[in-house]
């Protein structure tokens, strides 16, 4: 069995099973504010044909397709955590308001993806860019004992 822990909950589910834990953290609202910035993480195995690059277009085309507004402002090959990485930022509208979001797609050990979507109300956009940058470059990524040198 594999076991699972984070600071309020533990539990242990098949060794086979995949890992889809999903990460969210939201910040407070301010008085007045109807949107708080966030942060989504999940993790996705690549397909056998993928490459980062296809399945972080891929990514972005799915976000596109649930809203009424969707235009990506700039899409950047980089290292996050010092892994391949890919970073969109995009500017959406959805019936819920406008918003800018970085969607970050980093490749794990053994072809897994773990993708970064992080959005704040589009009127909170260049304040929370930093911020997002800042939590981005605190990514590491663990590798598995069998793939540390020796």
Not at 50 to 75: G, I, K, N, P
Request: charged content about 25%.
């Amino acid at each position: 069995m594999s076991h699972y822990e984070d600071e309020s909950i533990q539990f242990d589910v098949p060794r086979d099973w995949l890992d889809r834990t999903l990460v969210a953290y939201s910040a407070p609202l301010r008085p007045g504010q109807d949107t708080a910035a966030n942060l989504v993480l999940t993790r996705q195995e690549l397909e056998p044909d993928d490459t980062l690059r296809s399945y972080a277009e891929r990514h972005v085309d799915q976000v596109a397709e649930r809203m009424d507004t969707f235009e990506v402002v700039d899409f950047e090959e980089r290292e996050i955590g010092g892994r391949p990485a890919i970073a969109v930022r995009v500017f959406s509208e959805s019936s819920n308001g406008s918003f800018a979001q970085v969607l970050a797609v980093v490749e794990l050990p053994g072809r897994v993806v773990a993708s970064f979507t992080l959005t704040s109300a589009e009127v909170d956009a260049a304040g929370m860019e930093p911020l997002f940058d800042r939590i981005l470059s605190t990514v590491k990524v663990v590798q598995p004992a069998a793939e540390q040198p020796a």
